[in-house]
């Protein structure tokens, strides 16, 4: 589950789109680039067991970003 979900504009100006993100998964801090064709970066050593792990957080992620950025 992730938790303690952060996020915040790349940029100054709101209108070029690009985020940095953060949480917590199962105790490990993950952080990444959410780019905005929904792409995402990942700039931290990746906690997750298996690929099936990582693509269900990054559904998570982008439902996340979804409701918090385009709602």
């Given at each position: 589950?992730?938790?303690?979900?952060?996020?915040?504009?790349?940029?100054?100006?709101?209108?070029?789109?690009?985020w940095?993100?953060?949480?917590?998964?199962?105790?490990?801090?993950?952080?990444g680039?959410?780019?905005?064709?929904?792409?995402?970066e990942?700039?931290?050593?990746?906690?997750?067991?298996?690929?099936?792990?990582?693509?269900?957080?990054?559904?998570?992620?982008?439902e996340?970003?979804?409701?918090?950025?385009?709602?």
């Amino acid at each position: 589950m992730i938790q303690h979900f952060q996020y915040k504009p790349m940029y100054e100006n709101r209108d070029l789109p690009g985020w940095t993100f953060s949480f917590l998964w199962n105790g490990h801090r993950v952080s990444g680039i959410y780019h905005k064709a929904g792409e995402i970066e990942w700039t931290s050593v990746l906690p997750f067991s298996d690929q099936e792990s990582e693509e269900k957080v990054k559904q998570m992620l982008h439902e996340l970003m979804l409701y918090h950025v385009y709602d």
